[in-house]
C-alpha cells in the first residue's frame, strides 16, 4: 500500500495522482490513514504519507473530516517535530489561525513553558469551532485518549483546558464532567499527576461558571480514582459548597424503601467529610452550626436505614468518626462520647442517637431551637424514631433545667416529643428502650393526648421494661406518669396487674417499698381507682408491707403511706386521717373478703416487731391498730392484745411522765376486753 511502501521523493507522482483521482479511493485511503495513525500514533512516515495525499486530493477541506480532526488535533504536540510540524500548519491554513507552535524540544510537559508556549495556538484554534462543535471535538478527544491513553497526552489535556476556560458555562450545560471523568481516569493509573492537575482545573472552571450544575452533575458521576481524588480537592470550596451540600444531604429525610441513590449517597458524605476539615470556624452563625449538625443526625440515620438493608456501612461509619472529631476539633461540640461509632444493630442505633443528642442542652439555646425546628420536620419521614430518641433524650437532659430559656425549649420539646407520639408509629424495642433512657420525655401532659390504644402499649412496654430490667427506676416513673395521665375507668383494669408489678420489682430488690416512686404509684393508683382486695394478700406490697411505714420519722414517707391506706380504703384523703376509722375499715375488709381476721392480727404483731422510737404518736397509732382486734374474739386476738399490753408495760415505766401515762391509760382499755372475752393475765 502507499502508506506502507511508497518511498518518499520530491515530486508528487503519477502513481499517486491515479490512485487518489476517484472519491472513492480518496474515502479508503483516508479510512485507512485514520486506522493506522489510530494504531501507530505519531509515526513520522504515516504523516508524511497524508501530507503528499492532502496536495492531490482535489479541494481536500479539514473541517468537513470529524475523524480526522480528531487526529490531527490529537497529535499536534507530538513529540516528533516533522509530526508537529504537519498538524500545525494543516490546523492553522483549515481554520486561519494566526498563532503557531515552534519546537518544543528541550522543555518538559506540562511545564509553565511548556504550557504558556502553546497556549496561544490552542486557544485560538479553540475558538474557530462553534459552542456545540467544540464540545463534540473535544469529547471525540477524549474518548480517543480513552483508547491510546499513553499518547496524544499533551494535545488532549492541553486543547481541553484551553476549550473549557474558553466556555465553561458551555461545556457544564453540556453534562461534560462524566465524560472527562471517563478519559481522566486512564491518566490515575497511570499516574500522569501533572495532567490531572489540568484536569482538576477543568473542573475547577466548570464549578466557578455554574455551582449548582456542576454539584448537581458531580455527585452523579461514577465513581473512579481521578473523581475520588478531586473530590478531596471539591470539598475545600467550603464557601459554595457548603450552600448546596447541605441542603442535598437534608434531601435525604425524604428517602423511601425505594431509595437506591447509594452512589450519590457516598459521593455526598466523602465531600462532607472533606467540607468539615475545611469548614471556616463560624461558631457565632447558628443556622450554620445547625446545618452541620442536622446533616450529620441526618447520615447517620440514613445509613442505618442501609444497614437495615443488609448494606455494609462500614466504610461510612469512618468517614461520620472524621467527620465528627473534625467538629469537635473545631467548635468544641462533642456529638458522641469516644471516637469509635459502633451500628452493628438497632439499639447501636439508639444508644448512638441518645449520645448525639446529649450535646444539644449544651448549644446556644438559638442552634438548639432550630434543631428542634429540624426534628420536627422529620415527623412524616422514614427518620421519625431519629427524631423521637433525640428529642426525649433532649427532654431527659433538661428536665430539671429552671431557668426561663430552657422552659421555652422543654415546653417546645414536648410539645414535639408529643407529636412524634401521636403521628408515627414505632417498634416495640425503641419505646423500650426510650422508657428505660429517658422517662422524663413521657411528661403527664403527652400522654394524656394518647388515645386509649396508644396509652395502653405504653403501659404494657412499662410494665415489661420492669420485669426485665435491671433498673426498674426508669419504667417506674413511666408507669406513674400513664396513671396520672389517665382517668379511673382506664387504670381500673390494670390495677392488679400494676400492684403485682410493684411486688416483682420489690421482691427482686430493684426497688424498695419505702421508695416515693412506688408509694406514689400506689397513692395515684387508689386516688384514681379504689381497689383495697389488691393489697389485702400479704407480700411485698400490700397493707402488710406498708403498715409498718406509718412508724417513719419521715414525714414525706408517713404522709403518702397514711394518704394510701386512706384512698384505698375510702377512695379519698383527709388532712386529718382517722386512724381509729382506718384500721376498724382494714380489719372489716380483711373479715368480709378473706373470712379470717388473721391478716389484720398479723399486721398488728408486724408493727410491735418495727418499732425502734417509742412517742405519743407512736402508742396512739398502735391503739388504733390493735383495737380492733379486741372486738374478736379467737385465741390469736388474745395473744396478739398479750402482746400488745406487755409493750405498754414496758413504756409505762418510762422516764418520758407523758409517755408513761398515755401507756398506763391505754393499758386500762385493753386490759377490759369487749364482749367480755377472756384476756390472759401474763
Known amino acids: 500500500m502507499l502508506i506502507n511502501h511508497k518511498a518518499l521523493v520530491e515530486n508528487i507522482t503519477d502513481f499517486e495522482k491515479t490512485l487518489l483521482a476517484s472519491k472513492s479511493a480518496i474515502n479508503s485511503f483516508l479510512k485507512e490513514m485514520e486506522h493506522a495513525i489510530r494504531a501507530h500514533g505519531d509515526n513520522p512516515l504515516l504523516f508524511s504519507s497524508l501530507k503528499r495525499a492532502i496536495l492531490v486530493i482535489p479541494n481536500f477541506d479539514l473541517s468537513k473530516k470529524a475523524s480526522l480532526i480528531t487526529l490531527v488535533i490529537s497529535n499536534c504536540l507530538s513529540e516528533n517535530d516533522a509530526t508537529l510540524e504537519f498538524c500545525i500548519s494543516l490546523l492553522r491554513q483549515t481554520y486561519r489561525v494566526t498563532s503557531s507552535v515552534s519546537s518544543l524540544q528541550g522543555t518538559f510537559i506540562f511545564s509553565h513553558d511548556y504550557t504558556e508556549a502553546v497556549r496561544p495556538f490552542l486557544t485560538e484554534l479553540a475558538s474557530k469551532f462553534p459552542s456545540n462543535t467544540l464540545v463534540q471535538l473535544v469529547e471525540a478527544l477524549l474518548l480517543y485518549y480513552q483508547e491510546n491513553p499513553t499518547k496524544h497526552q499533551a494535545s488532549t489535556c492541553l486543547f481541553t483546558y484551553f476549550s473549557v476556560i474558553k466556555e465553561p458555562s458551555t461545556f457544564i450545560k453540556a453534562k461534560f464532567i462524566p465524560k472527562l471523568s471517563a478519559a481522566c481516569d486512564k491518566m490515575t493509573r497511570n499516574t500522569d499527576y501533572a495532567a490531572m492537575l489540568y484536569m482538576f ?12 450544575l456542576f454539584f448537581n452533575e458531580f455527585i452523579r458521576t461514577p465513581e473512579n480514582e481521578f473523581i475520588a481524588l478531586y473530590t478531596e480537592r471539591y470539598a475545600r470550596h467550603s464557601e459554595s459548597l457548603g450552600a448546596l451540600l447541605i441542603p442535598r444531604i437534608i434531601e435525604l429525610k425524604n428517602i423511601d424503601e425505594k431509595w437506591k441513590d447509594f452512589m ?19 461558631t457565632t452563625a447558628p443556622d450554620r452550626i445547625t446545618g452541620i449538625i442536622f446533616a450529620l443526625l441526618i447520615q447517620i440515620s440514613t445509613a442505618n436505614m442501609l444497614r437495615k438493608r443488609g448494606i455494609k456501612i462500614d466504610s461510612y461509619l469512618y468517614i461520620f468518626e472524621i467527620s465528627l472529631s473534625e467538629l469537635r476539633s473545631s467548635t468544641g461540640i462533642d456529638l458522641i462520647s469516644g471516637s469509635r461509632l459502633v451500628l452493628q444493630n438497632d439499639n447501636d442505633f439508639y444508644e448512638l442517637m441518645n449520645a448525639f443528642s446529649h450535646s444539644f442542652q449544651y448549644l446556644q439555646h438559638e442552634v438548639t431551637d432550630l434543631l428542634l425546628t429540624s426534628l420536627n420536620s422529620l415527623v412524616p419521614t422514614k427518620h ?6 433525640c428529642t426525649s433524650s433532649f427532654l431527659a437532659n433538661v428536665s430539671h433545667a429552671h431557668s426561663e430559656q430552657c422552659k421555652k425549649m422543654k415546653a417546645r420539646a414536648v410539645d414535639l416529643f408529643t407529636t412524634i407520639m401521636k403521628k408515627c408509629q414505632f417498634e416495640t424495642s425503641l419505646i423500650g428502650f426510650i422508657i428505660a433512657k429517658s422517662p422524663s420525655a413521657f411528661s403527664a401532659n403527652t400522654l394524656r393526648q394518647l388515645n386509649a390504644e396508644a396509652l395502653t402499649q405504653f403501659l404494657s412496654l412499662s410494665i415489661e421494661s420492669v420485669n426485665k430490667s435491671h433498673d426498674a427506676v426508669p419504667p417506674l416513673e413511666l408507669l406513674l406518669g400513664i396513671i396520672r395521665s389517665s382517668s379511673g375507668p382506664f387504670i381500673g383494669v390494670h390495677v392488679q396487674e400494676i400492684i403485682d408489678t410493684l411486688r416483682n420489682a420489690v421482691s427482686a430488690n430493684k426497688v424498695k417499698i419505702d421508695s416515693i416512686l412506688v408509694l406514689n404509684i400506689i397513692g395515684e393508683l387508689g386516688r384514681r381507682k379504689q381497689v383495697p382486695t389488691s393489697l389485702l394478700k400479704d407480700s411485698s406490697v400490700s397493707f402488710r408491707s406498708l403498715a409498718p411505714l406509718l412508724l417513719s420519722n419521715d414525714q414525706e414517707i408517713n404522709t403518702r403511706v397514711t394518704a394510701i391506706f386512706s384512698l384505698m380504703i375510702f377512695g379519698s384523703t383527709d388532712d386529718n386521717p382517722d386512724f381509729e376509722l382506718i384500721f376498724s375499715s382494714l380489719m372489716s375488709l380483711y373479715v368480709g373478703y378473706e373470712k379470717d381476721s388473721g391478716h389484720y392480727v398479723a399486721i398488728a404483731n408486724d408493727m410491735l416487731k418495727y418499732v425502734t422510737q417509742v412517742n405519743k404518736r407512736v402508742l396512739d397509732l398502735l391503739s388504733h391498730i390493735f383495737s380492733p382486734i379486741l372486738s374478736v374474739g379467737d385465741s390469736a386476738c388474745n395473744v396478739a392484745i398479750n402482746e ?15 409517755l408513761s401515762t398515755f401507756a398506763i391509760h391505754l393499758m386500762t382499755v385493753f386490759a377490759k376486753p369487749k364482749r367480755n372475752i377472756p384476756v390472759s393475765s401474763k
Not at 201 to 212: E, G, P
Not at 646 to 654: G, H, M, Y
Open 644 to 658: 400488745f399490753l406487755k409493750f405498754l408495760r414496758k413504756q409505762a415505766t418510762s422516764q418520758d411522765e407523758e
Open 201 to 212: 482545573r477543568v473542573l475547577d472552571a466548570l464549578n466557578a461558571a455554574d455551582h449548582t
Open 384 to 389: 421519625c424514631d431519629t427524631s423521637l430518641i
Open 264 to 282: 450519590i449517597f457516598d459521593r455526598i458524605i466523602k465531600l462532607f467529610g472533606g467540607f468539615i476539615k475545611s469548614y471556616v470556624r463560624d
